[in-house]
């Protein structure tokens, strides 16, 4: 399907902010000089700014396109993926980013090393490398949906040139340029969705009021559903246990988000920036969920050959004159600004992590520049296969994405569990439990019809159980903790004399800053209003 007329006006909105992009990524070209601006940026970029990338890259196209599709299948109970946040971020800003943050470092798998061992750094950094091309395939497909169905385009061709639009702003403005690429798209992606929504209230063929009612009758308004049933993904009980160490996962162990947080001014700044999508994701992924189940009520149920032209379909029927010009803007605005992020992150972990570490050590700083910047084009040429594998799949881009992605969080999350808390876990034991992780993940994907969800969580407890019996019978009892556990680092604060705060936030890990508190209360006002939106239609 395609946009019939597609216009002046609307290639001219999709130009401009396309230049506008290209802009940026020039604009910022002048203050990368070195290696380390590439990867972080000049360390002054402010806390909100850093929160908004947070948000946009996460949310992207995927959440856009795939959102919507995947509430228009499963309805609201889809949101329950999605409500853990606030306590995905109260762990993450207490036990994950001091550690990172106070070691001055680029990639955040150099914390392997110094816990474990080179092999475990380099296991970590390899699992990151494939997962993370794997998502940004997936980005580069749901933005290819979006000018395939504009132009008729075909889809691999829009793959390419996406990327290209993509790498020329990466390699010129580094993280730099992602931060406030991210900040800028953020603003268009959500105007686009709110005109969607208000566009959809005006033109449902019921009022909203019998439109809701036909359905909660459908079920498609119930977001907490309390089914104990491990082969179900939507369940409050997969959202807030499963999916919550799913996602710790990919905020905490993910050098992709982590990365723009080592440019804040202090680690106040970079809890803040976190602490943002601990309070915003909740309205974030309620609005996309929200106008896929509107569009559910709008086309009456009818089957999509490809749900995740739901929201494009709406607008090209919709009529109004820019609007699908604004609303393909925004996709592929967002979407290339995620992509850049993305590209940046793996050329930053395969100099820092391989190339520095084991081929060319002792370099200068725009030796290693150069090597990133040649780093990111290689990796855009890469992402390219996978891409093309998701456009022969059919259903949620968001939900396959997920999938996907539940193969590999199994395995970091049990590393850094056992990095964290462990003291006698050691390397040997660790990668033995990571091979384990896998199969166990395997398995159950190939023999049993759990959900996706629990992916994570099985996979990591078997590393953490493996892993910590594997090291108790090859290494035996450690007397020490390592100074890389938690207890260790606060044995060390202690012993050093340090400060354990630093302008009201903590520095120690292990600690919950008094502003954490909310989230917590923020989680229950949120699965709450749920309840009540449920039974109040």
């Given amino acids: 399907m395609r946009v019939e007329g597609f216009g002046v006006l609307n290639w001219s909105i999709v130009i401009a902010f396309l230049v506008a992009n290209l802009a940026l990524g020039w604009m910022f070209s002048r203050r990368v000089t070195t290696a380390e601006a590439y990867y972080v940026g000049d360390r002054s970029t402010p806390w909100w700014a850093i929160g908004v990338s947070v948000v946009a890259t996460y949310v992207s196209a995927l959440s856009f396109l795939g959102g ?16 853990n946040y606030p306590l995905v971020i109260l762990v993450v800003i207490t036990f994950f980013l001091p550690f990172f943050y106070n070691s ?67 390699t010129m403005g580094g993280m730099l340029a992602v931060i406030w690429t991210d900040t800028f798209q953020a603003v268009i992606l959500f105007f686009g969705a709110l005109v969607i929504l208000f ?59 982590v990365q723009r947080t080592l440019g804040s ?45 739901i929201i494009l379909t709406f607008a090209a029927d919709y009529g109004l004159p820019g609007l699908p010009g604004v609303l393909a803007a925004a996709v592929l605005a967002a979407s290339m600004s995620t992509l850049s992020s993305a590209l940046n992150s793996m050329a930053t972990v395969s100099t820092v992590d391989f190339y520095e570490r084991y081929f060319r050590p002792g370099k200068g700083q725009h030796h290693y520049l150069t090597a990133t910047r040649l780093f990111t084009a ?37 590393m850094y569990a056992l990095g964290f808390f462990s003291k006698h876990t050691t390397e040997k034991g660790l990668l033995i439990g990571v091979a384990a992780s896998f199969l166990s993940v395997w398995w159950l994907a190939a023999a049993t019809d759990v959900a996706w969800p629990w992916y994570c969580a099985i996979g990591g407890a078997v590393n953490i159980v493996v892993g910590w019996g594997a ?43 008094a502003a954490s508190w909310g989230l917590l209360a923020f989680l229950v006002a949120s699965v709450l209003s749920l309840v009540a939106l449920n039974a109040a239609v």
């Fill in 378 to 414: 290689v990796w855009a040429v890469l992402v390219l296969v996978p891409a093309y594998m998701y456009s022969q799949t059919q259903g949620s881009i968001l939900e396959v994405l997920s999938k996907v992605g539940a193969y590999f969080v199994g395995a970091k999350l049990g």
């Fill in 265 to 309: 001014k202090t680690i106040g700044d970079a809890k803040k920036s976190y602490i943002m999508m601990g309070y915003g994701a909740f309205f974030i992924y309620f609005l996309f969920f929200f106008i896929g189940v509107l569009c559910y009520a709008h086309y009456q149920g009818r089957p999509f050959e490809n749900p995740n032209e």
């Fill in 199 to 257: 566009a959809l209230l005006g033109e449902m063929p019921v009022s909203l009021g019998e439109a809701l009612g036909a359905l909660k009758a459908e079920g498609k308004l119930d977001a907490v559903r309390t089914d104990v049933n491990l082969t179900e993904a939507t369940t409050i009980w997969s959202g807030l246990l499963a999916m919550t160490l799913f996602h710790i996962t990919v905020y905490g162990g993910n050098q992709m988000m």
């Fill in 68 to 83: 919507p599709a995947w509430a228009y299948r499963d309805g609201m109970a889809a949101l329950a993926i999605h409500l």
């Fill in 471 to 513: 090291s108790l019978l090859l290494t035996g009892r450690q007397t020490d903790w390592s100074p890389y556990t938690v207890p260790g680092q606060i044995a060390a604060f202690k012993a050093q004399g340090l400060e354990e705060k630093v302008g009201g936030w903590y520095r120690v890990p292990g600690k919950v800053d």
């Fill in 104 to 170: 001055g470092v680029a990639s955040i798998y150099e914390y392997q090393e110094r816990r474990f061992g080179t092999a475990s750094r380099a296991v970590m950094s390899g699992i990151f490398l494939l997962s993370q091309s794997l998502t940004t395939a997936a980005i580069l497909y749901a933005t290819a949906l979006v000018l395939r169905f504009m132009t008729g385009m075909d889809v691999m061709l829009a793959i390419v040139l996406i990327t290209v639009v993509a790498l020329v702003y990466t």
